[in-house]
């Protein structure tokens, strides 16, 4: 369910013509729907309390899109943020997130960013190894603040979804494999202005199948009362994201958030404790498009390319995962044809889509690639000297330009010549 329709034979988000957009600021730019993502977030919360799960911390991961304007929206609605670097803590506060609602995840956490955390008074670290739990006690001393942590969960557990985001196998960077996690808990009570309130298990992104879930919550269920009957009190078990959204309209829609929370209490019905979700894809992945303009229809040796002017740098997913992301018109011709998708950029891999049917398209044409509100502009770069991709908020008939366009020529001047260079040869 997205805000992005077609009316007057034009696609808008919300009310706005994107047209508008386009003229106005120019392409390739991203357009976000607030009402998209503040409906996907409350029918996230709303599943898990009419599935029966009391107060759930819903901590959005702001790694899927932390555009600040983003996050306020989401502020707004009373979510906590899961937060991955001193980068994305700074912006989840910036918005408006209240500390107590901020998880901090990650498998490399630096000493600065442990004390950043520390210092902001966030609810919980998400500790990924004994290792790090060593440091963290070390950080929290000589801060004199005790570091509520959370244990993660290494729950060997295949999520059937792209290798490449996979996070729940025994053989992943990620988290405490589940025999060690008994021996890390007596350690992080052992050391010193540590807390150990809870455990934190994900397992992997864009999961369309609950059986992984299933798994690893039942992981979760036995570790909980492996800690208990050793005496221990756990507080708090924070489950991760992971679930899948609907990118190829032609594909079946993956398990639905009830679905999701139904399972979810079911398996963790009697466990007495608060549940905590980090869900990023869900909830701004259909909230956005990357609208861009068709620069050329080439006809190939072998097919026709319509060249775009987004390119694999404004859009990594295709290129890097292989993954599929629908295509509309914004003012759609009559008629079908065949023709494959491609940006300026100077590697084959430049290609959004390859022998796609599509509505004709002629140069000067705009379209959307759909389903781009997550991992899209927040994994953009400059690569081939092209500037940042913008960014644009609508709400109902209005629109603001949240993040403008960095030019060639502000990227070029945040450089500095090295001294030897800058003199006459
Ligand atoms: N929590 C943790 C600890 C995570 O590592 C992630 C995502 C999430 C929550 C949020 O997962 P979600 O609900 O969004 O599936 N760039 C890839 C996705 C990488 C996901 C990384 N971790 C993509 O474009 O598909």
């Not at 759930?56 to 932390?66: D, Q």
């Not at 993660?152 to 196998?169: C, E, F, L, S, Y």
């Not at 079946?252 to 905590?276: F, I, K, M, N, S």
Request: a neutral charge; glycine letters at 8%.
């Amino acid at each position: 369910m997205d805000h992005f329709h077609e009316r007057f034979g034009e696609l808008h988000a919300e009310d706005v013509p994107l047209t508008a957009i386009a003229e106005a600021v120019g392409t390739p730019v991203y357009v976000y729907a607030e009402a998209t993502i503040v409906r996907h977030f409350r029918v996230f919360r709303q599943a898990l309390e009419a599935a029966g799960i009391d107060r759930p911390l819903v901590a959005y991961a702001v790694k899927a899109n932390p555009n600040l304007s983003v996050l306020a929206a989401l502020a707004r609605e009373g979510a906590g943020a899961d937060v991955v670097s001193e980068g994305e803590l700074h912006r989840a506060l910036a918005a408006g997130v209240p500390p107590g609602r901020i998880l901090f995840s990650g498998v490399g956490k630096t000493q600065a960013e442990m004390a950043a955390a520390l210092q902001a008074g966030i609810l919980q670290i998400n500790v990924e190894s004994e290792e790090e739990l060593a440091e963290l006690s070390q950080v929290a001393t000589a801060l004199g603040r005790r570091a509520p942590v959370a244990l993660r969960v290494n729950p060997d557990v295949d999520a059937r979804t792209n290798p490449k985001i996979a996070t729940g196998r025994g053989e992943a960077k990620f988290g405490i494999p589940r025999d060690r996690i008994l021996a890390a808990w007596a350690q992080a009570e052992a050391l010193p202005s540590l807390a150990p309130t809870g455990l934190a298990v994900h397992v992997g992104s864009q999961l369309t199948d609950l059986a992984p879930f299933a798994a690893a919550i039942r992981v979760m269920g036995e570790l909980l009362a492996a800690l208990r009957s050793a005496g221990h009190a756990v507080r708090r078990v924070d489950l991760g994201g992971g679930l899948g959204i609907p990118y190829d309209p032609s594909l079946p829609a993956p398990p639905t958030p009830a679905d999701y929370a139904r399972l979810v209490a079911q398996a963790t019905a009697g466990w007495g404790v608060e549940l905590a979700f980090e869900p990023g894809r869900l909830v701004v992945g259909n909230a956005g498009v990357l609208l861009s303009r068709v620069v050329r229809v080439k006809r190939g040796a072998t097919r026709t390319f319509v060249v775009l002017d987004a390119a694999m740098n404004d859009l990594i997913r295709p290129t890097l995962y292989g993954v599929f992301h629908h295509i509309r018109a914004v003012r759609p011709r009559p008629g079908v044809v065949n023709a494959t998708f491609v940006g300026p950029v100077c590697e084959t891999g430049d290609t959004f889509a390859e022998d796609r049917a599509t509505t004709p398209l002629e140069p000067g044409d705009l379209v959307a690639l759909m389903t781009a509100g997550a991992y899209g502009a927040t994994m953009a770069s400059t690569y081939n000297s092209r500037p940042l991709v913008p960014e644009v908020l609508v709400r109902g008939d209005r629109w603001a330009l949240v993040r403008p366009r960095l030019t060639p020529a502000e990227l070029a001047a945040h450089e500095r010549l090295a001294p030897w260079l800058a003199e006459a040869p």
